[in-house]
């Protein structure tokens, strides 16, 4: 792959080397792309043990990322389809918090009839994520200004663990992959998932990296807290019928109780007061809001595919 074979050598500083790659050719869902994506981007976060930092910002590795991105963006927005200016956030998020009488996937089936090889695949694919869990969203931060900059704030510091190391979500879920038997280090699993758990973790990084998606961003951002207190109460109610550590149940019970305050918080005091502000933005976060539903239902179908033909839903099965 050019990206990684790029990365084993110094950046360039005096002179622009366009990075080239047949991104016309990839499928903008597909492992190959979402994987020079997510490297492309974790240049960003944590950065690669003897990888030249200087990738970060070198130009012609940025013109190769755009390529990228413009390829993944375009075909997320052709999917969601087109928004009607009767489409509201404050609608959005309303349906968001109806749940359905008779919902399906992963967590369901987790809750219902899943095994415990199931749950540590499904921990596997959370980890491109949770062991980064909040970092994405936080690019938010300096494109948000007053009240919805402050409520936005309050809601991370609680995911960063309220000023308490032990408490970072990033850290309750490291405790959880070593009480499940898994490897607990940062992107440990990263040659594991396939490319849907990639693409949930590129699209929060693409919103957030980008000042002209911050409206997109935050509709990420509210349908990931609005959604996560169902769904982290069936995963609750499978770990306990699994028998699983009390480890494990602490992290999934931490967003059952927490992001069922955030929602309320996200919902008037976040995008209400950034909509209030800008109403130009409403659509984007509407769109930011179906954004996450698509990755994640393509992930979600990823998993069930799998498991209900008794497969494994990785590309590198753990046992």
Avoid at 131 to 141: N, S, T
Avoid at 143 to 157: D, I, N, P, Q, Y
Avoid at 185 to 206: H, K, Q, R, T
Avoid at 251 to 256: A, L
Wanted: charged share 25%; glycine share 8%; net charge negative.
């Amino acid at each position: 792959m050019a990206v990684l074979e790029l990365l084993t050598e110094r950046a360039p500083r005096n002179y622009l080397l366009r990075v080239e790659a047949p991104v016309r050719d990839s499928d903008p869902y597909g492992i190959d792309l979402q994987l020079a994506l997510y490297v492309c981007y974790e240049l960003h976060y944590r950065g690669f043990a003897g990888v030249d930092p200087g990738w970060e910002w070198n130009p012609g590795l940025l013109y190769l990322r755009s390529h990228l991105e413009n390829a993944f963006l375009s075909t997320v927005q052709r999917d969601v389809g087109p928004i009607s200016a009767e489409d509201t956030a404050d609608a959005e998020m309303e349906r968001l918090a109806m749940e359905p009488v008779d919902g399906s996937g992963p967590s369901y089936h987790l809750r219902d009839i899943g095994t415990w090889e199931q749950m540590q695949e499904y921990f596997v694919h959370r980890s491109l994520y949770h062991l980064k869990e909040g970092d994405p969203h936080a690019w938010a931060i300096p494109r948000l200004t007053g009240h919805s900059k402050a409520a936005f704030v309050a809601v991370e510091f609680d995911e960063f663990g309220g000023g308490r190391g032990d408490h970072v979500h990033q850290q309750l879920f490291a405790d959880l992959m070593v009480a499940a038997g898994l490897d607990a280090s940062y992107l440990g699993y990263i040659d594991a998932v396939p490319a849907e758990s990639l693409a949930v973790v590129n699209l929060m990084s693409l919103f957030g990296l980008h000042r002209e998606h911050r409206g997109a961003a935050i509709g990420h951002f509210a349908s990931t807290e609005i959604t996560s207190p169902p769904g982290s109460r069936r995963l609750v109610d499978a770990l306990e019928r699994l028998g699983a550590p009390d480890t494990c149940t602490r992290f999934y019970r931490e967003h059952v109780e927490a992001d069922a305050v955030h929602e309320q918080v996200v919902r008037t005091d976040v995008v209400g007061d950034l909509v209030g502000r800008e109403p130009a933005l409403d659509r984007d976060v509407v769109f930011g809001i179906r954004a996450h539903e698509l990755v994640e239902s393509r992930l979600a179908y990823q998993l069930m595919k799998n498991w209900t033909n008794g497969r494994s839903s990785l590309r590198r099965p753990l046992s």
